[in-house]
């Protein structure tokens, strides 16, 4: 079974800059594993970040962005704004039409 | 603008069968190029992939589900729809429907419907 790692938790001050990754517990993630991001208020569905590795989706700005980080996906998050405090999830495509969220990372900017 | 709308009973009693069904608007569900999708989230945790169905027919499912879990479509009602069977405590969760990419060399969730809690509790 395919396990999707993430920081449980991050801390940013407002303004700074926070890079939180996606990994894999056995094995290093490429672009072929079509990692996305996805930003999610508590009670509120995800709303789509990042897909492809490094595309931005509609409306996304552009202080959010994403990329491989030696064996992991990445989404660093530039000029933290109070209202980037929420939860983000990765996926990661693991072949044979399946898809595996991580855990999650609760970011604070404080 | 693509919209999606869970809907189904929001309690389910143990060993019965949960059912929900999504509604797609602002689009055809017909179209190529996309999978309809059913994503959960328990309580408090994190997302959990369940499965997609393409407008054909052709469906993947979470191993982990597998077992348990159908999902089928109706293109005449744009239309798709979850069953999850012999549910307990361990399925109530906020279930959401989403649009998969699926496109040369493009593959994400796009539009997210806003999700259905559903309690198994008797």
């Known amino acids: 079974q395919t396990v999707v790692t993430q920081e449980p938790s991050f801390s940013v001050s407002p303004g700074g800059t926070v890079t939180l990754t996606c990994g894999l517990r056995?094995?290093?993630?490429?672009?072929?594993?079509?990692p996305s991001w996805y930003q999610q208020t508590p009670g509120l569905p995800p709303r789509t970040l990042v897909y492809?590795?490094?595309i931005r989706s509609s409306g996304v700005p552009d202080r959010f962005s994403g990329s491989i980080l030696g064996n992991k996906a990445a989404l660093t998050i530039t000029g933290a704004q109070a209202d980037d405090e929420c939860d983000y999830y990765c996926a990661l495509y693991v072949g044979s039409g399946i898809w595996v969220f991580g855990g999650g990372t609760k970011l604070t900017v404080l | 603008q693509v919209q999606l709308q869970e809907s189904g009973p929001g309690l389910v009693k143990p060993s019965q069968t949960l059912s929900l069904t999504c509604t797609v608007s602002?689009?055809?569900?017909?179209?190529?190029?996309?999978?309809w999708s059913w994503t959960r989230q328990h309580p408090g945790k994190g997302l959990e992939w369940i499965g997609y169905i393409y407008y054909s027919g052709t469906t993947y499912y979470n191993p982990s589900l597998k077992s348990r879990v159908t999902i089928s479509v109706d293109t005449s009602k744009n239309q798709f729809s979850l069953k999850v069977s012999s549910v307990t405590a361990a399925d109530t969760a906020v279930y959401y429907c989403?649009?998969?990419?699926?496109?040369?060399?493009?593959?994400?969730?796009?539009?997210w419907g806003q999700g259905a809690l559903v309690t198994v509790s008797s």
């Open positions: 602002g689009g055809s569900i017909n179209s190529g190029g996309y999978y």
């Open positions: 056995s094995g290093s993630v490429s672009t072929s594993y079509h």
């Open positions: 492809n590795t490094n």
């Open positions: 989403a649009r998969y990419v699926d496109a040369t060399s493009t593959y994400y969730f796009d539009y």
